[in-house]
C-alpha cells in the first residue's frame, strides 16, 4: 500500500513516517511511504496516478492549503477512492468541509498523537483493503476481498476466478496472480483466498456462500 505523508514540518514530517513505519511493521503490512513537505511535481504525479492511497495532510502548508491538496485529490484527478487522514494543531473536525471532500478523520499534532495515529492509520488500512481491486480488463474490476479461489485453465493461458457471487475469466498466468495476491497455493494448479475459507479437509475446501473446490 501507498500512503503519503504531507507535512512541511520537516521534524514532525519524520516524526509521522517513523510513527507509520513503527505501526505497519508491528501488524506485518508491506507499505511504501512517500513524504513531502510541499506541494510539487512529484505528489502531483502520485496524485494523478491510480493507486488507492492513504494520504496524511497537514491543513497548513505554508504557500498551499492542505484543503486545496484534497481538493485536487477528489474533484480534479477524481480520486473518491483513497483514505485521507487530516493533520492538524486542532482538533476539530469541519463536518461540512468533511461530507463534501471525504475525509475519513482528523487528528491533532499534540493531543493523543501517537496513540491517535496508530489507530487512525489501522483503522484506514481495514477500509483500504476492502478497496483493493484486481483488473480483469479495461472494463471490468473486481474486489479482492470477494475472491475465493483461482484456477489454472488447462491447456490455456487463463484462469479461471471464482468469487462468492461470480465467476471471471482473465488472460493472467497463475505465477502472477499469486505475486499480486499472495493468496496461498495449492496443487500447482489453485489459489486459495484463505480470508473466505469456512472450512477444509484434505480434498474438500468450502467457502462463503456455500462455494466449495475439490482439491484431490
Known amino acids: 500500500m501507498k500512503i503519503i505523508v504531507i507535512e512541511d514540518n520537516h521534524i514532525f ?6 510513527n507509520i513505519s513503527k505501526t505497519l511493521i508491528n501488524h506485518n503490512y508491506d507499505y511504501d511511504i ?5 506541494y510539487n511535481h512529484s ?15 497537514d491543513l497548513e502548508l505554508g504557500s498551499i492549503s492542505g484543503y486545496d491538496i484534497i481538493n485536487e485529490i477528489r474533484k480534479k484527478s477524481y480520486d ?5 487522514i487530516i493533520n492538524s494543531v486542532y482538533n476539530q473536525k469541519e463536518d461540512l468541509i468533511s461530507r463534501r471532500l471525504a475525509i475519513f478523520t482528523y487528528i491533532s499534532k499534540f493531543l493523543g498523537f501517537e496513540e491517535n495515529l496508530e489507530k487512525s492509520i ?11 481491486l484486481l483488473t480483469i480488463n479495461k472494463s471490468c474490476k473486481i474486489l479482492i476481498n ?14 479461471i476466478i471464482k468469487t462468492i457471487n ?3 475469466r482473465v488472460r493472467k498466468s497463475l505465477k502472477s496472480l499469486m505475486e499480486e495476491l499472495h493468496f496461498r497455493k495449492i496443487k500447482n494448479y489453485i489459489l486459495i483466498n484463505e480470508n473466505n475459507v469456512v472450512s477444509s479437509n484434505k480434498n474438500i475446501i468450502k467457502f462463503k456462500n456455500k462455494l466449495e473446490i475439490r482439491v484431490d
Open 13 to 18: 514530517n519524520k516524526m509521522l513516517c517513523k
Open 34 to 38: 512517500k513524504a513531502f513537505t510541499e
Open 43 to 57: 505528489l502531483k504525479k502520485i496524485i494523478y496516478d491510480k493507486d488507492i492511497k492513504i494520504y496524511i495532510i
Open 80 to 84: 473518491w477512492d483513497s483514505i485521507i
Open 122 to 132: 489501522l483503522e484506514a488500512i481495514h477500509i483500504f483493503e476492502h478497496k483493493k
Open 146 to 159: 470477494d475472491i475465493c479461489y483461482i484456477l489454472k485453465e488447462k491447456g490455456s493461458k487463463y484462469c
Open 166 to 168: 461470480d465467476e471471471f
